[in-house]
Nanobody
Framework: QVQLVESGGGVVQPGGSLRLACPAS????????LGWLRQAPGKARELVAA????????YYSDSVKGRFTITRDNAKNTVYLQMNSLKPEDTADYYC????????????????WGQGTQVTVSP
């Protein structure tokens, strides 16, 4: 079991940056693959980024490659998402999520979710 609480969302102009953070509690943090997912109105849920337990391997969706960076600090039980060069199409609710028992880069494999934080990119 793991509990996740996102923070860092807000409103930003196109080209701006935000940094999301998600501290976790529960089972040992290092045993989970962690990710960030997002969902915008009328769109399917999308896995934006993920990072394995060691931090040595990451995944990014094509839409955010080169702009977003996911990192984790196991000592602080926290995963981060640095979002740069934000675009209006990045507007969505962002969720911190975790999976155990393997590493699969698809939304349905993340069984633990935070409450979400809203990101709005607008002029």
């Amino acid at each position: 079991q793991v509990q996740l609480v996102e923070s860092g969302g807000g409103v930003v102009q196109p080209g701006g940056s935000l940094r999301l953070a998600c501290p976790a509690s529960g089972r040992p943090f290092s045993t989970y693959t962690l990710g960030w997912l997002r969902q915008a109105p009328g769109k399917a849920r999308e896995l934006v980024a993920a990072i394995v337990w060691s931090g040595g391997s990451t995944y990014y969706s094509d839409s955010v490659k080169g702009r977003f960076t996911i990192t984790r600090d196991n000592a602080k039980n926290t995963v981060y998402l640095q979002m740069n060069s934000l675009k209006p199409e990045d507007t969505a609710d962002y969720y911190c999520a975790a999976q155990s028992g393997g590493t699969y880069y698809a939304p349905q494999y993340f069984g633990y979710w935070g409450q979400g934080t809203q990101v709005t990119v607008s002029p």
